[in-house]
């Protein structure tokens, strides 16, 4: 079964934030996603994760759009997988340009702090658990 990674170019400072992030986080305890922080700079942050066994996505907003639901579809594929999920947001000043060759996913095609997107990704993946569990958490 392939397992999802969160990674994160620094801490979330914001207290408020941090403390819906670990809301999230503790939620999805059980799904067994892993949040990393990385502090490099972004060059060497971005060669890490070119390292990493597994499929690679880059939030952006030029990235694909999916819907909760085509999300909950697409985390069911990706957990189903043998092979591991890596997901990266970026740092407050986004991607620079860097790494046009890796795919990349989008929370919307507005644009949010990197703080405030790592709090909607974490909600996201726990709506497409929800969702995939069949509870009543997506009303849509």
Known sequence: MGRLHLHLHGRIKDSDLKSLAATYQS???STG???HVHKDELTKYLSKL?????RLLLLDERGSTYTSVDFAAKIQTWTLDSTDTH?????AEGWQNLGQHIPRISLSEMTFPHEFAAVLFLEQLYRANQINKGTSYHKA
């Open 27 to 29: 939620r999805l305890q």
């Open 33 to 35: 996603l892993t949040v």
């Open 50 to 54: 070119e390292d990493l066994n597994g």
């Open 87 to 91: 997901f990266a947001i970026g740092p």
